[in-house]
Structure formats: structure tokens, C-alpha cells
């Protein structure tokens, strides 16, 4: 007992020891600076990893922007309209085809979607597919809006063989196409003659009479907050057919398709139907081919993103197109995608003023995406600009299509359709 009550002495004496030498310390030993803390030298770097003070037009949305090629002079200005969902609503919404198996992918897409855009403006969704959506699809896509959504399937008119279509030959032909991207995918062929032809006159669509629709695929991403309703500043500007990115064809996959289309266009008018009557300079002709047409480029829409009136594939014009593509049967022969068809369409059809390129709209698909550049966009992005494939990358056709809005040509006054029949 009598050595635990010296030990605990022991213990006090030290702790008294050590407090008296700190505080000893502080007040004479301590090295003492003569300058104050508010100018102290640490004091511009603690300032420098401060908090930002909260701007709160930070991330509002512009009023306009400015793009354009980096080596061109000559840049875009867009103004954008007033933010805010107190607007009239449009008779439209998004398109999807999709599988059961692409459901997951499919949230992910409709996440962007609507966190960025519809939750705002709830426009509903349509889904197709070419085989029954499962209850798991349907309830967890529906549970991801506060919008309305449908659910439909494909005709065997849509997603089958024509019968003037040689399965055999396009089985070989499928072989043959081994190195072409989806060269030997016999499904990704369906898929780009419903897109094509299909989809805009299907039962559905026609019965929720849209005016324009908005495509969307599973696994896509969308970069940008967007607080104005892009259907009706399409609407109110006149505007027919939109994109995000445009970008360039693997020749191997068309071989014969301009050729079928300048053959269209010769059959046709030697039928007394002028079914591309513009001036080539009002139009964006030279967005697909060269100055005399003789040859497509490549440079098409990238149509996994598109937002167009309905209408547009209603028309006569690409009605008959459509036609005379699917009998020559370059869907299934080679691999036709739907996004040269409806590029080079719109690009003959339209006027340029007709066609608008969403800038303000970021955007990724596969292992390409779209970034604004211009600092007043960005404030509202969570992409790399530097990532971008729009002036710089050898995929990207924009520099192509900036400098068809811009084409003219006093000694072209041809029309479209005199070009491609010459």
C-alpha cells in the first residue's frame, strides 16, 4: 500500500514538472514572429485553397454563344431562348429501341435525361422492342420519370426479311463483311432498316400524333443542364432536323449506296417527281458530297442522338427514297445504317437554316462524345472539353458541316436534284 502511494507521488511531481516547462517555454524560449497572423506570408496560400464567394449566376443559363472551327475566322452565334417550363408544351417525346437485356444501360441513360432536362418539362417516353418488355423493364423505366411512358413491340413487317431479299446471299455477304463494324451482326441490319423506315409510321407514334421526337439509346450519356424546351425552340425557329454529333462513315459499310441514291434520283425525275428542288446553295448538299455530287464523303448525323419532326420521313420525297433503298436491298448486302440515310436525306431535302446543330447539348456515345467549348456553356457541363472530337478529331465531320452552312457559290446555280441527275 505504502509503495502505491509513493509511485502515485512520484507520477504528480513529474506531471507538475513537465506543465511548468511548457509554459516556461511559450513565454521565452518560443521563436516569436513580429508579424501579425492577418499578414502573415502562409496567409495568401490559406486564400488561394479558400471557398470561391457563391456567385449565383454562376451556372445560369446564357443568354447566347459564339462557335465555329478554330481555324476559321468566321464563327456561329445562337441565341438560346428564355430558361424556365412555364412554356407551352409540344406534342412530342423520346423514342427508344431497346432490349430487356439493355435495361440497366437504359436507366443510366434516362438518368441523364431527365435529372438534366425532363424533369423539368416530363415529356413521356415511348419504348419499342422486338420482343416483349419484361415487368422488371417496365416497372423500373417507368419508376425513373414522373413522366408518362409506353411500351410497344415490332410487326414482323419491321424487323424481318422483305421477300425479295436473297437470305442466302446476305448471309454471305455478312461473312464477307467480317472486319466492317457490325459487318457480321445480322440484328444491327434490322436495326438500321427500322430506324430508317420504320420506326416514325409505327402504330404507336402515329397514334400519339408527335410533331417531333427525341431519340435516345441505352448506355449514353448527357453532359449538360438544359432549362429552355428544345421541341419547341425547334418549332418556334422552323427548324426540321437536329443533331449533337456529326461524324464520319466507314466506307465499307456503302459501298454502292450514293450511287443508288443519284439512281433514285434519275428514275425518279425521268417520272416527273423533282423531289429536291432547293438551290444546292440554300441547301446542305455539300455537307455529303463534293461540288458536282459525284461522290458521297461519309460525313453523316450520328442519329443514336437526333431530335426531328416526325413528319419529315412522312414526306413523299423520303417515302420513295426509303423505297427504292429497301428493294435494292443494300440493307442486308452491304450495312447501310440509318444514319447516312437520314443525313444524306436531310442534307439534300432541307434547307440549311432547316437543320441545327445543339452545341449546348453534351453529349457521349461509345467512345466518342461531344463537349461545349465556350466557357458560358461549361459553367453548366460535367464533361472534358479537351476530350471533345468536334474540330480535331479524323471522325469528326463539324468542320465539314460549318463550312456547308457557310458554302456559297455564285456560279452554282443548280438545284440539288440537276446535280445528282447531271
Known sequence: MAVRRHSSLILRVITLFLSIATILYYFYGHPRSNVSWENHPSDSLMKAHAPMPYDEKFGLQPESYTMGPRYSPRQITVTLPTPG??????????????????????LDSMYDVETRFNRKFNY???????????????????????????????????????P???QNKAA??????????????????HMCRFQSGFFWRHPLILKLGWEFYWRVEPD???????????????????????????????????P??????RSFVKTSTAKGKNYFPHLATDSLYRFVTD??????????FWTNFEIARVDLWHTEAYHA???????????????????????????????KDEIHFFNDIGYKHSGYEHCPEQDNLLKRCSCNPAKTLDYTDRMSCLNTYMDSQRYSSPKNRKTVGEILQS
Open 321 to 351: 427514297m426509303f423505297d427504292y433503298l429497301d428493294q435494292a436491298g443494300g440493307f442486308f448486302y452491304e450495312r447501310w445504317g440509318d444514319a447516312p440515310v437520314h443525313s444524306i436525306f436531310a442534307a439534300l431535302f432541307l434547307k
Open 291 to 300: 461540288e458536282n455530287g459525284e461522290a458521297y464523303n461519309g460525313c453523316h
Open 85 to 106: 417550363n412555364h412554356t407551352e408544351r409540344v406534342k412530342a417525346g423520346f423514342v427508344v429501341l431497346v432490349r430487356n437485356s439493355e435495361l440497366y444501360e437504359m
Open 172 to 189: 454471305a455477304r455478312r461473312k464477307a463483311m467480317k472486319d466492317v463494324p457490325y459487318g457480321p451482326n445480322e440484328s444491327y441490319r
Open 124 to 162: 413521356p417516353w415511348v419504348f419499342l422492342n422486338n420482343e416483349p418488355f419484361s415487368q422488371e423493364f417496365i416497372k423500373l423505366t417507368s419508376e425513373m420519370t414522373n413522366a408518362q411512358t409506353y411500351y410497344d413491340t415490332l410487326d414482323t413487317s419491321m424487323w424481318s426479311y422483305p
Open 164 to 166: 425479295w431479299i436473297d
Open 220 to 254: 449514353v450519356r448527357y453532359y449538360c443542364d438544359l432549362d429552355y424546351d428544345p421541341f419547341l425552340y425547334m418549332k418556334q425557329n422552323k427548324k426540321q432536323y437536329a443533331f449533337t454529333i456529326a461524324f464520319m462513315e466507314h466506307d465499307g459499310t456503302i
Open 256 to 261: 454502292t449506296l450514293w450511287s443508288t441514291i
